[in-house]
C-alpha cells in the first residue's frame, strides 16, 4: 500500500543533539532558535515581502525592480524591470564599499605554486578578459563554454561572461570530449575557454587534446581561448585558437558592467539526467545573485575576518554559488585549490587549512569518507585550530561520518552545517544557522527564510509528522532554476507535473517532531522489502557506523517473494573482506535497526562507483546486485575501470 502513497518508512534514531555553543552563539549573526525562529514566519507570511526587502538591501540595482514576482506556474520572474549585473555585484560595489585591496581570492596550485588576487586585481583581470570576448564578438545572451583547471582565471571568465550579459556554460574538466560537444551542442556555444592541461596528482592532463576533439563536433564553437597552465605542448589551430596571456596584453582595463534586466541569462550547468542526456539547468542573473550571497552569508554566518574554504570545483553548482557567486557578493575572502586532496600527500587539505588559517571550511561527504579511511594520522600532523564552522553538501552525510568530522576536524568546537540543496534549487534551501539552531548528525535540520519545503504523498497530502515522503517546495524562491536550456516541456514534466502547485525535488525526506529534515535519498532509490520502503541513506548509515567500514551503498535487489531484498555494497577501512565480517555486518545491522532491514548479500568492494562530483551511483549497483551484463548508462560515471573491479571482487 505505501507504495502507491509515496510513504517511505523510518528505521533510524538519531538521538544526539548539539547546540551551538555560547561563545559561538554570540558572536553569530543570528544568535538563536527563538530569532531565527521569527525571521522564518515573518518571511513565510509575506515571502515577496521578503524577498523584494532582501533584493532592495543586498543587490546593486542600475534601476529598481517594479514587481517582485511574476509568477505564471511553471515560468517565475524576480525583481521584474530592475537591472543589475553580477559581476558589478561582486568587484564594483566591493570596492565602493572600500575592499579593493582587501584579498579576494587565496589561490595555490598543486605544484605549490601561490597568487594572492584583492578585489581591485579581480576587477582589473575580469574587465580586460570582458573586453577580450568582446573583440571576440561575444554579444549580450552569447553561450561561453569554460573548460578550465581551478585556477584564479576560471572565476575570472565567469565574471567576465557576467559582466557583459554573456551566458557561461562551465564544464567540469574532467568530462570526455563526447560530454563537451554533447553540452555545446545543446547550448550552441560561440566560444570555449581552455587550458594547455592542468595539474592532478602530479600529473598533466592534456585539456586542450580534449577541446580539440570535442570542437571537431561543436560546430557552433568559433573561438577558443587556450590560458597556458601546464606548460605542455599543445596544436593550436589558426584562425580558431588564441592564447590567454596574448588576447589580455592588449585588453582595456576599462570595461563598465552592462545594466542588465534581472532575468537575464546568468549560466547554464549541465547536470545528468536520469535518461543519461543532460539538463542544462538554467538560472538568471538577480535572483540567484541574491540567493548566493543571501545563503552563504547566513548558513556560514560570515564575518570579516574569515577565510572561506569551499573545496568544490567551478564546474559544479557548489562551485557556482559558493566558490564564486555568493562569497565574492558577500566580500569574503575565499581560498582556492586547483587539484586532487592526497597530492603529494593525503594531508593536503589540513596543510592548506593550517598554511591559510581557513575559519570555514565547506566539503562533501564522499569527501570525508576518504580522509576517514586515509587515517586520523594525516589529520593530527596539522594544527586545525583556525577553523570556526564545518560545512557538507552534496550527499547525506552518516551520522558516524559526522561525528568524526565534528570530533577530528572540527575539535568538537565547529558547528556542522549539513546543506541540503540541488544545482536546480541555485543556493542552499535547508540547513541549521549555526549560532541559531542546535544540530543532529544527519539531519539538514531547518528551512532557510524565504523558503517552504513540504513532504507529502502521491496525491500532494502533507504526509505526518516522522514518516517519510516526497520533498517538495511550495512557492517560488528568487534562487531557483529558471528552466531547463531549450526544453520546456521537459521542464515542466520533471519538476511540476507530478504534485501539481508545487516544486518537485526528486528527493524523499521526513521531519520529525522538532521540525528537523532528514533527508531519505531520491525517490528513485527507495528499497522495498515485503511492502516497506527503505530509504538507502538509513542502511547506509548503519553500515558506517561499523568500525571496520569506510563506505556503503545499498540497493533493492528483485526477490520473487519479499519484492526487493537489500543488497549492499561495502568498502572497508581496516580488516580484509570475510565470511565472519559478512556475517558481523548483518547483525550489526540487525541490531542498529531491526531485521526489516538485515541485508541480504554484502559485497565487499575496493571503490564505489561514483559520479565525477563523488555521489554514488546506486543505479549501477542495482544492475549488477541484480546480476544484469550490460548496466544502465555510465556516461556519468567518474572511474570507469570500478565498473570491472565490482565484478572481480564479487567473484573473489
Ligand atoms: O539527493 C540530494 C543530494 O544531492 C542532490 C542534488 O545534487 P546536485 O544537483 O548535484 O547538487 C549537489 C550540490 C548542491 C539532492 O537532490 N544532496 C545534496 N545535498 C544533500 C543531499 N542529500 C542529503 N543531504 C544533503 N545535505
Same mark, same amino acid.
Given at each position: 500500500?505505501?507504495e /502507491?502513497t ?6 533510524m534514531?538519531e538521538?544526539?543533539i548539539?547546540?551551538p555553543s555560547q561563545?559561538?552563539a ?9 530569532e531565527? /525562529?521569527q525571521l522564518y514566519?515573518?518571511?513565510?507570511a509575506?515571502?515577496?515581502?521578503? =524577498?523584494a526587502?532582501?533584493?532592495?538591501q ?25 537591472k543589475?549585473?553580477?559581476?558589478y ?16 581570492i ?7 605554486d601561490t ?8 576587477? @582589473?583581470? +575580469?574587465c ?6 568582446k !573583440?571576440l ?5 552569447d ?10 582565471e ?6 567576465a561572461c557576467?559582466?557583459i550579459?554573456?551566458?557561461? !556554460?562551465?564544464i567540469?574538466?574532467?568530462? !570526455? ?5 554533447d ?6 556555444a560561440?566560444?570555449q575557454?581552455?587550458s594547455?592541461g ?6 598533466v ?9 570535442a ?8 573561438? @577558443? ?5 601546464a606548460?605542455?605542448?599543445v596544436?593550436?589551430?589558426n584562425g580558431?585558437?588564441?592564447? =590567454?596571456?596574448?588576447?589580455?596584453? /592588449?585588453?582595456s ?11 537575464t541569462?546568468?549560466?547554464i550547468?549541465?547536470t ?15 535572483g540567484y545573485n ?9 548558513v ?8 572561506? =574554504?569551499?573545496?568544490a570545483?567551478?564546474?559544479w553548482i ?6 564564486v ?6 566580500g ?9 586532496p ?19 571550511l565547506?566539503?562533501?561527504?564522499t569527501a570525508?569518507r576518504?580522509f ?8 593530527d600532523?596539522h594544527?586545525?585550530t ?6 557538507s ?19 568538537g568546537?565547529?558547528p556542522?552545517v549539513?546543506?541540503?540543496? /540541488?544545482?536546480?534549487?541555485g ?6 544557522l549555526?549560532?541559531?539552531?542546535a544540530?543532529k548528525?544527519g539531519? @539538514?535540520?531547518k528551512?532557510?527564510?524565504g ?7 502521491e496525491k ?7 514518516r517519510?515522503g516526497?520533498?517538495?517546495i511550495d ?5 531557483m532554476?529558471r528552466?531547463?536550456?531549450g526544453d520546456?516541456?521537459r521542464?515542466?514534466?520533471q519538476y511540476?507535473t ?10 524523499n525526506?521526513?521531519c ?5 529534515? =532528514? ?13 516497506h520502503?527503505?530509504s538507502?541513506i538509513?542502511v ?13 551503498a545499498a ?13 549492499v555494497? +561495502?568498502?572497508l577501512r ?7 565480517l559478512?556475517t558481523?555486518l548483518?547483525m550489526h ?9 538485515q541485508?541480504d548479500d ?16 546506486r543505479?549501477?549497483?542495482?544492475d549488477i ?12 560515471l567518474?572511474?570507469y575501470?570500478?565498473?570491472a573491479?565490482?565484478?572481480s571482487?564479487?567473484?573473489?
Open positions: 500500500m505505501s /502507491q509515496g510513504h517511505v518508512d523510518t528505521v534514531v538521538q544526539r548539539f547546540p561563545s559561538f554570540s558572536r553569530a549573526s543570528i544568535k538563536s532558535l527563538s531565527y /525562529q514566519d515573518a518571511a513565510a509575506d515571502l515577496e515581502g521578503y =524577498w526587502a532582501e533584493a532592495r543586498h543587490l546593486h540595482w542600475f534601476e529598481p525592480f517594479q514587481k517582485t514576482l511574476q509568477w505564471d506556474e511553471p515560468f517565475a520572474q524576480w525583481f521584474v524591470g530592475g543589475t549585473n553580477a559581476s555585484n561582486c568587484l564594483d560595489a566591493q570596492i565602493a564599499a572600500g575592499r579593493g585591496d582587501q584579498v579576494a587565496l589561490w595555490e596550485g598543486e605544484p605549490g597568487r594572492t588576487l584583492t578585489y581591485r586585481d579581480l576587477h @582589473c583581470e +575580469v580586460k578578459f570582458a573586453n577580450v570576448l !573583440s564578438g561575444v554579444q549580450p545572451g553561450v561561453v563554454s569554460i573548460y578550465m583547471p581551478m585556477t584564479p576560471l572565476p575570472v571568465a565567469m565574471l557576467a559582466r550579459g554573456a551566458v557561461h !556554460s562551465v567540469f574538466a574532467g568530462f !570526455s570530449a563526447e560530454a563537451v560537444a553540452r555545446n551542442n545543446d547550448a550552441k560561440k566560444i575557454l581552455t594547455d592542468l595539474y592532478r596528482r602530479g600529473k592532463l592534456p585539456l586542450k587534446d580534449t577541446i580539440d576533439e570542437l571537431a563536433k561543436s560546430s557552433t564553437v568559433e573561438k @577558443c581561448v587556450v590560458l597556458k597552465r606548460g605542455n605542448a596544436q593550436m589551430k580558431r585558437d588564441i592564447w =590567454w596571456h596574448e588576447a589580455m596584453a /592588449q585588453a582595463t576599462d570595461c563598465p558592467a552592462t545594466p542588465l534586466d534581472s532575468e541569462p546568468l549560466f550547468l549541465y545528468s539526467g536520469s535518461t543519461g542526456k543532460p539538463k542544462g539547468i538554467r538560472h538568471t542573473t538577480a541574491l540567493y548566493a550571497k543571501r545563503t552563504f552569508q547566513m556560514f554566518d560570515h564575518q570579516d575576518d574569515d577565510i572561506f =574554504w569551499c573545496t570545483d567551478c564546474g557548489t562551485g557556482h554559488s559558493y566558490v557567486y555568493g562569497p565574492l557578493s558577500a569574503a575572502k575565499i581560498l582556492m585549490y586547483e587539484g586532487a592526497n597530492w603529494p600527500e593525503e594531508d593536503r587539505f589540513w596543510a592548506l587549512i593550517e598554511k591559510y588559517r581557513v575559519t570555514i565547506y566539503t562533501a561527504p570525508i576518504a576517514i579511511k586515509w587515517g586520523d594520522h594525516h589529520v600532523k594544527d586545525l583556525s577553523l570556526r564552522l564545518l560545512g553538501v552534496g550527499e547525506g552525510i552518516n551520522p558516524e561520518a559526522w561525528m568524526w568530522y565534528y570530533n577530528k576536524i572540527g575539535g568546537r565547529c556542522i549539513d546543506t541540503w540543496w /540541488q544545482t536546480e534549487t543556493g542552499i534551501m535547508m540547513s541549521p549555526p549560532g541559531a539552531i544540530t548528525p539531519s @539538514c535540520t528551512p532557510l527564510p523558503v517552504r519545503p513540504r513532504i507529502v504523498d500532494g497530502q502533507d504526509v505526518p509528522l516522522g517519510g516526497m520533498l517538495c512557492h517560488p524562491w528568487p534562487g532554476l528552466g531547463i536550456w520546456d516541456a521542464y515542466k514534466e511540476w507530478k504534485i501539481p502547485g508545487m516544486y518537485l525535488t526528486g528527493d525526506a521526513r520529525d517532531t522538532d521540525g528537523y529534515f =532528514w533527508i531519505m535519498g531520491r525517490i528513485d532509490d527507495v528499497i522495498n522489502v515485503s511492502g520502503r527503505l538507502t538509513e547506509e548509515s548503519a553500515l558506517v557506523s561499523h568500525p571496520s567500514v569506510a563506505e556503503a540497493v533493492g535487489k528483485p526477490d520473487e517473494i519479499r519484492g526487493q531484498v537489500l543488497s555494497f +561495502v568498502t581496516s580488516g580484509q573482506p570475510s565470511d565472519e559478512r558481523a548483518k545491522v540487525r541490531k542498529e535497526i531491526g531485521a526489516l532491514a541485508p554484502i559485497h565487499f568492494t575496493s571503490a564505489l562507483p561514483k559520479t565525477r562530483s563523488g555521489k554514488i551511483m543505479r549501477l549497483l542495482r546486485a541484480s546480476g544484469k551484463e550490460q548496466v544502465g548508462d555510465t556516461t556519468t567518474e572511474d575501470t570500478v565498473l573491479k565490482l565484478r571482487d564479487d567473484e573473489s
